[in-house]
């Protein structure tokens, strides 16, 4: 007989790539970076809290106040009751900060992607169904929405003259185009080269939305991340409270015309709860501190220096990694798997990932490196890495 849990069941049984949530401890109050998992001390080298601020004081204790004036729970829609006062004045911060004339907060960047892009691209007000020019490893938010509302072209990862070809392709067509892309992309720790898309942008007259989530907190002036820099010749900066900034939310920087249209037309932000007020204090935290933490940066960049200095030596592919990102780029997913086995096994925990999240043969263990990292942990990381090496040496594999 069919059965709906059995559809269920199939998919997971023929699945090559399971995956599953595993749970872990803060190890030490004052170690942001070491993790307990089953009685074992791990260096965490998967999280996105690049700057550690997800335990700075301030923030924490910033949220303890917003929550105690505020309670845990906005209670409504920001377009209901839950927009508290203290939102106009983080997004007033944050506009300046991004160099655009408006912001708007919304719940999390992948609720904001989705949203967003949805309501950008609705064609009823567009007039006609718009043409959506999207590099090829875009965050899977960015792709959600994206098929069902445009005609949908993907360009080689980071290859503008692929772009370009496409561009002039579809020039003489007069439906509405965006170019959708990251500053830095998660799975490659590589960057866009933003003036190149910029000057296609303008070229072909279409709208620019730069995701800057894995660049806030590390690079730019001041933390704001790259894409703040050319923030004129950018329709649209989306960027997260979740990674560099330490707690969790999304905002967009924007025209105000386009603010208010997104109050009238997202519904990621019409029909979702407001973020917690803990939240918006951690929030209005991070937004208060990020411009002193310019130690914390050179720190981070110095370190990936260091370590993108120690992969070339070791001949371990790192692919174009440029940031605090880094790739261990593998290519079978047994292999990889075994690599990051035995590395959990001496405490350096990174990112296995396998397709989908990359194309076959492209396995990967993904470190992202955080300025809360000790001297001693990133001595750790590499003596563990050069004895994988070593190993894989002497028995081609671990
Ligand atoms: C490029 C990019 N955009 C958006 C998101 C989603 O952000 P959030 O975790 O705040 O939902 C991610 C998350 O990993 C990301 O890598």
Not at 55 to 69: D, F, G, T, V
Not at 103 to 132: F, M, R, W
Not at 309 to 333: C, E
Not at 362 to 381: E, Y
């Amino acid at each position: 007989m069919f059965s709906l849990e059995n559809c269920y069941q199939n998919f997971l049984d023929s699945n090559p790539y399971p995956r599953e949530l595993t749970s872990y401890d803060i190890a030490h109050k004052g170690l942001h970076m070491h993790l307990m998992h089953q009685d074992k001390l791990l260096i965490n080298f998967c999280s996105n809290d690049y700057l550690g601020l997800a335990k700075h004081p301030l923030l924490i204790s910033r949220s303890q106040e917003y929550a105690e004036k505020f309670g845990v729970g906005a209670a409504s829609s920001r377009l209901v009751c839950g927009n508290f006062s203290i939102y106009e004045q983080l997004e007033n911060q944050l506009a300046k900060a991004l160099n655009k004339p408006a912001a708007l907060i919304l719940g999390t960047g992948y609720q904001a992607n989705i949203s967003v892009l949805e309501a950008l691209l609705d064609s009823k007000v567009l007039g006609q169904k718009p043409l959506v020019f999207c590099d090829k490893l875009c965050h899977a938010s960015m792709l959600t929405s994206i098929y069902s509302k445009a005609h949908v072209l993907r360009f080689k990862h980071n290859d503008l003259n692929h772009l370009e070809t496409l561009l002039n392709k579809y020039s003489e067509v007069n439906q509405p185009k965006f170019i959708l892309a990251e500053s830095v992309y998660s799975m490659e720790g590589d960057s866009a080269n933003l003036p190149g898309l910029i000057e296609l942008a303008k070229r072909y007259h279409t709208f620019l939305y730069i995701d800057d989530a894995h660049a806030v907190g590390v690079c730019g002036k001041k933390g704001w991340g790259v894409a703040p820099e050319f923030a004129e010749e950018i329709d649209i900066i989306m960027g997260t409270f979740s990674k560099g900034l330490g707690s969790f939310g999304a905002y967009i920087g924007c025209s105000v015309t386009l603010r208010n249209y997104l109050v009238n037309k997202c519904k990621g932000l019409i029909y979702s709860t407001g973020l917690s007020p803990a939240i918006l204090g951690a929030i209005s935290a991070a937004i208060e501190i990020l411009p002193q933490l310019e130690n914390e940066r050179q720190k981070l960049i110095m370190n990936a220096n260091k370590i993108r200095h120690f992969f070339q030596q070791n001949a371990i592919n790192y692919g174009n990694s440029n940031t605090h990102i880094l790739p261990w780029i593998i290519g079978d997913a047994k292999d990889t798997l075994r690599v990051s086995q035995k590395l959990t096994e001496m405490g350096v925990l990174g990112t296995t990932i396998r397709p989908p999240s990359v194309p076959t043969g492209l396995c990967r263990i993904r470190f992202c490196l955080s300025s809360a990292h000790s001297d001693s942990d990133i001595q750790h990381f590499l003596t563990a890495i050069q004895k994988v090496c070593s190993s894989r040496k002497s028995t081609h594999s671990v």
